[in-house]
């Protein structure tokens, strides 16, 4: 992946299933112009209200194993027997237009974008409690089995936790929306993606040394 220099990086959300990562995507989205969304690709069946190109892009798995296999996958994971993967293409032009690019993808994804990109910021999302999980993932109509194998699922993701930069609870979502764009308001300010301001300013300094008489 190109390191350019950017006046962003990308901010990785990770949650277990129900929650939280695509309301708290959309509420960022539309509170705040800096973040945009990279739109990742999936082998699972589109489910009813997805678009194709903005939801997901929805591939044969031929065609996701085409672009595995081409390179053009900035890093992918199999969850629920699905594939899916983030193309390089969708972040780049994020952040070649001077946003950052939003990715909610699984733990793993997560930490291969962070091993290749390490200036990503990683974001875990947990709702307060599992009460609270069991009910988000009912309320959205997925089946017993489907409840438990997602909890499952839940059960390996937080063993994981430990790895991500933030940890944001998402009890009430404004708040979390808000604690998600304070992340990227912190991490701007951030020394080590400011040194060519810092530099800058140390050449000004530098000229007027040389021009000041003894
Ligand atoms: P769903 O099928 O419910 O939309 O997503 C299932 C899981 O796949 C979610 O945890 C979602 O964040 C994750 N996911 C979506 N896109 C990607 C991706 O490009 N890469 C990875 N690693 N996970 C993804």
Redesign the pocket.
Known sequence: MRKGNYKYFPMVISAP?GGG?TVVRSGLLKLDKRFAFSV???T?PRRPGETDGRDYYFLTVGQFRKLRRGGKLL???R??GNY???PVKSVMEVLEKGRIPVM???V??ARSVKRLFPQAVTVFLLPPDLKTLVQRLRGRGEKPENVAVRLETARAEIKVASQFDYLVINNKLPEAVREVAAIADLETRKIGRNLDKVRAFGKQLGKKAIGRKP
């Open positions: 299933s990562k990742t690709c999936t699972r890093e992918w994971a969850v629920h899916y993967g983030t909610t993808i699984d793993k994804g």
